[in-house]
């Protein structure tokens, strides 16, 4: 068990509810509403999604990210469709196979040395089409931002989405960490997402300063016709929804969004700025969100997570990962940075 709610820099899953989320909660919370969706609230979430995405979307709330990814997925595919992605992607390493469950797809992961799939990396897993032995491709999924904390640029993006509806192929994104992305570009939601061509969206919240719930938007209608069935059947239809409306309400407007994630990006960009000047640390990919991945000396691991608790991410290279927050403050970097030092001594 680790230390009793002491900030680290363990996961962006980690931290409290924001205030003004955890006050949004409390501030729905009288009186009697109609149950499963059909509420004022989760009409007016709806809206302020569409106000950040534009208009033509279908969005849907579910309880968490994976359920977003797997359900998304389970909308867009047959059983005999393949979905190519990142060898890094969650839905890869971090869903216990529960895309693969859900969908009956084979899942075609690829290499990179940070994240992101490119077309040359995507066109190694583009043949079989039309031969019944073969899965048929169908989705590419990406994650903005990545897992390895590096964002695509929307021309990136636009390439693949361009390239995936040549082969009457649908990009799907795990967004879960779509809003430190945004605000890492410098963009709108709806730059990097609507106006780039991306079929589907899994919208994180949880990771931003919501308590839990995350959206599946579609970028055409139709694509969602099945949706309510499908997200029912996967036990993930809220009875009562108006509490995970009320959070994206309150993330969207005045900008709260874009505040937490700036702040998380700010975070680890300075997190990064100190340890860059310790000669023994090597920061192994570009710090463009909120998590910073170091090969550090393996002796001060340990000592260092007893205090600040973080994982590691490649134990034969001792790579960690050091992932900011909404709630990280200055102080919890310099003095974890003082501790490093002292650590290495
Ligand atoms: C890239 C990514 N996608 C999706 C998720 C959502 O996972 P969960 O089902 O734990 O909410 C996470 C959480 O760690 C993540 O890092």
Redesign the pocket.
């Known amino acids: 068990m680790k230390q009793k709610n002491k900030r680290g820099f363990a ?1 962006d ?1 980690n931290p409290a509810v924001h205030p003004k989320i955890l006050q949004a909660i409390i501030d729905a919370s009288h009186g009697h509403t109609i149950a499963y969706g059909d509420d004022i609230y989760t009409h007016q979430a709806i809206r302020k999604i569409e106000e950040h995405f534009g208009e033509n979307i279908a969005v849907y709330f579910v309880f ?6 797997v359900l998304g997925l389970k909308a867009l595919t047959n059983s005999f469709n393949s979905i190519i992605c990142a060898e890094t ?3 890869n390493v ?2 216990c196979g529960a895309p693969e469950r859900f969908t009956g797809c084979k899942l075609l992961s690829v290499p990179t040395s940070n994240g992101k799939l490119t077309i040359e990396k995507i066109k190694y897993h583009m043949h079989g089409f039309d031969f019944e032995h073969h899965s048929q491709p169908k989705v590419i999924s990406i ?1 903005q931002a ?2 390895l904390g590096t964002v695509y640029t929307p021309d990136e993006i636009k390439a693949i989405t361009d390239y995936a509806h040549k082969y009457d192929m649908f990009v799907h994104v ?1 967004g ?2 779509i809003c430190n992305a945004a605000a890492s570009l410098n963009l709108s939601l709806k730059e990097i997402t609507t106006d780039v061509g991306i079929d589907i969206l ?1 919208f ?1 919240g ?2 931003n300063g919501m308590m ?1 719930g ?1 959206a599946i938007i579609f970028f055409d209608k139709k694509l969602s016709e099945n949706f309510k069935y499908i997200r029912k059947q996967g036990m993930q239809l809220a009875s009562k929804m108006r509490f995970i409306a009320v959070q994206f309400i309150a993330m969207l407007q005045n900008e709260l969004w874009l505040e937490n994630a700036c702040h998380a990006n700010k975070m680890a960009k300075l997190l990064a700025d100190e340890v860059a000047k310790i000669p023994q640390i090597k920061i192994t990919q570009k710090v463009e969100t909120n998590g910073i991945f170091a090969i550090i000396p393996k002796k001060c691991i340990e000592p260092l997570q007893n205090e600040f608790f973080f994982y590691i991410w490649d134990e034969n290279k001792s790579e960690v990962r050091w992932m900011t927050s909404y709630d990280t403050i200055e102080e919890d970097i310099f003095d974890f940075v003082k501790l490093l030092k002292k650590r290495l001594k």
């Open positions: 996961s899953n968490n990210g994976t359920a977003a990814n992607a969650h839905i971090d869903e994650t990545t897992e795990d879960a960490r899994s994180g949880t990771k839990f995350e």
